[in-house]
Structures are given as C-alpha cells and as structure tokens.
C-alpha cells in the first residue's frame, strides 16, 4: 500500500478526511488523499476564464502573449514563467520571465492603488530560457536561465537600471532562487536529474558582484543532516559545477524555491517532491511525496512554489490537472485553483501582491499549447492572513 508523507505540522484530528490528509512531522498518513477539497472548500465550476476557485473568489485575464497589455502599447512576452511582486508607491509590479531560447528575458506589469494596469514594458532581454528566480531583500528580481552554462541576471523591476549577469553565482542549468535576509545567502536550484541544490554567499549582503558559491552535501537518504561545501569553479568549465565536491547532494529535477523563517522549501519535478531544510537545524525532510500516496494524488508536476502570510505554500503544476495546490502549516493538501481547457500547459509564475489580496499566475502555454499562447492571470478573494 502507497503513503504519504509530510513533515511540517501536526495531526488536525477528525478533519483529516475532508482536507486530504495531514499528519504529525515525520509520521506516517495512510489515508487516501481527498483532492478537490481545502481550507477555503470545494473548487466551484470554471468561470469566464476556465479558473475553477472556491466560493468567495475571482479571476481576470492580465495579460497574453503576443498581444498588448490592455491599456498601454507593449506586447506581452511568450511562455510567461517565474514571477514576483513588488512595491511600488501606492501600487505594485508583477514581473514575469520568458522562457523562449533565444530572446527570453523578463516583463513587467504595473498597477495602482485599486489594481488597475497602468503600465507595461521589458526589464531583460537577449537572454535564453528564463525560467524560474527570485527577488531579493532590496527589490530586485533574480531571473534564471534554464540552460547548460546558463547564468543568474538581476534585474530593476521598475525597468530603470539595466540588467546586470551575475556570474558569481555559477554557471550552470539555473532554475529559482531564494533570497535568506537572516544568514544573508541566496539559495539556488538546478533543473538536472542529478542537479545540486546551492547556496551563494555575497561577499557584501545587497551586492551580487561578488561572493561563494557553495553546494549541499548530505546522505543519499530522504532526510538526514546537511553541511555546505564550496564550489571551486563556479563557472562550470570544463567541469560541471554539479560534479565538482564529492559528497554533494544529488536531486531529480530542482525547480520552485521559497524561504521563509528559517526554512527554505524547494521542489524537485523529476520524482514530484517537495523537500525542507530546517536551517537552523541543519536537517533536511520530505515535505511532501506523491509516491507514498494512497490513490490518486492532489498535486503532481510540482514546479514554481510560493509562499503567503499565513504560511501556507501554494505549488504550481507542470501538467498534472493545471493546478496551483495548498500545503497548509497543518500539513493539509489540496488543490485551490484549477485551470480547464489547457492540458498541453503549465501553470508558472505563482506571486502574491503585496498587501496579499491577489494572487498572479500564468499557464504558459494556454489553450494552444504554444509558448506564444500564453495567459497571466490575476485572482481576488479572501486569503487567509
């Protein structure tokens, strides 16, 4: 028999059935995930725009690739992926990665006060695949390119200062990153079968230019005790940064990166996990396996992942049903939206504004299946805080 395991929170007693399951960290659930359900209910019927959302939600269309965001004369990038919000006065920017090779790079969205578009315009070009990122403490936005050799680019989201390659940070197959104010690191994923999981250590916090690049090393076991080791040549040549510290920690497939109080969550696509690194322990879990689920599983082709106030992380589907599903601080699994109509897609670029009332998303490819299909999306409703 199939289970599962999940390994931040605790047991919430009768209502186990209704969310899909949760347990106690580092036990054991047997019953059979229940998708379909969660903290804000059941998924309603798809609206306008084919987004099934609980009761209490709603969706607009922000942007499509190819054409002009309404209200302004840009045209809006293809294969939309990662993305985040910033501040930005009164209102905020969502930025959003193209991952097309060549000429990928990042865009832009600005909103006011009442979330209406005001504007929209490029941040990074002449660059391949942008993926995944991050944004930094000083509100930046770290954009990834998903190829061999491939660099970190910090970009302005205002789309003032120019785009600046980070080559500090190493070269190799980048996927996300995640910004740690408190020991003043970036973590850095890889989308490789047997991809690494990084850290880069500035050598001053808020500047880039400069730094180590080091890499995890544990036991092959699915969780255990980590240390970090340096990388001695970031650059990737003639030898893969992935295959230069014995002992490195080897992962099927990195993809989304989140930190948040002392934990850095991150995804792994190739065996469909969610691992957790307890900093301040220095341990690494499973947070989530859909191997050891019983029947079918409420989130699969786990990709970009992000965090809200309350602790909740949201993990976006690379396939799967076109979900972004729940895993809540009490371990419970579930989906929260589902795109219909789009199964020759994915859902990327999962960020929330900053007062945490709307939620940004693409499904990259939309109905079409082509990367110049792509649609960004805005969801309303009552978050939980």
């Known amino acids: 028999m199939e289970r599962r395991t999940f390994l931040r929170g605790a047991v919430v007693g009768s ?7 949760t347990l106690m960290r580092g036990a054991v659930y047997a019953a059979p995930a229940q998708p379909g359900t969660g903290p804000y209910g059941a998924l309603l019927a798809p609206d306008a725009n084919g987004v099934a959302l609980p009761g209490g939600f709603t969706s607009r269309v922000i942007a499509r ?10 045209t809006w990038h293809s294969a939309p992926d990662g993305g985040a919000c910033f501040a930005d006065g009164t209102g905020w920017i969502y930025v959003s990665n193209s991952e097309v090779n060549p000429n990928g790079g990042a865009s832009a969205v600005r909103f006011n006060s009442s979330g209406n578009v005001t504007g929209a315009y490029r941040i990074l070009s002449g660059t391949r695949q942008n993926c995944a990122g991050g944004r930094t403490p000083w509100n930046s936005w ?4 998903e190829v061999s050799l491939g660099y970190v680019y910090e970009t302005d989201p205002r789309g003032v200062d120019a785009a600046v390659r980070r080559a500090a940070m190493g070269r190799f197959k980048h996927e996300a990153a995640a910004a740690d104010p408190v020991r003043k690191v970036v973590y850095l994923t890889e989308d490789e079968t047997n991809g690494c999981f990084y850290r880069f250590i500035p050598a001053t916090w808020g500047d880039l230019s400069a730094g180590t690049l080091q890499v995890l090393v544990a ?7 980590f240390t970090w080791a340096n990388v001695p040549d970031p650059d990737g040549s003639p030898t ?14 990195g993809e989304g990166c989140h930190y948040a109080d002392d934990t850095v969550w991150f995804t792994t696509k ?23 689920v019983s029947g079918s599983a409420p ?9 809200s106030s309350s602790g909740d992380l949201y993990v976006a589907e690379d396939g799967g049903n076109m979900e ?7 371990d419970v699994v579930s989906p929260f939206l589902r795109v219909s109509g789009q199964s020759g897609s994915e859902i990327t670029g999962p960020a929330f504004s900053p007062d945490g009332t709307r939620l940004y998303f693409s499904s990259q490819r939309g109905t079409s299946g082509s990367s110049s299909g792509g649609i960004t999306y805005e969801v309303r409703g009552p978050f939980r805080s």
């Open 299 to 307: 989130l699969t082709g786990v990709d970009n992942i992000t965090g």
């Open 219 to 225: 036991g092959t076991a699915a969780s255990g005790s």
């Open 65 to 74: 690739s190819g054409q002009t965001v309404a209200g302004t004369s840009y």
């Open 142 to 145: 770290l954009s990834c390119e």
């Open 270 to 292: 190739g065996d469909n996990r969610v691992w957790r690194l307890d900093l301040a322990a220095g341990t690494y879990a499973l947070a989530y396996d859909d191997s050891l």
């Open 15 to 21: 209502s186990a059935a209704a969310f899909g399951g």
């Open 240 to 253: 893969a940064t992935r295959s230069q510290v014995s002992g490195a920690k080897k992962f099927n497939g």
């Open 324 to 330: 972004i599903c729940l895993i809540t601080p009490a």
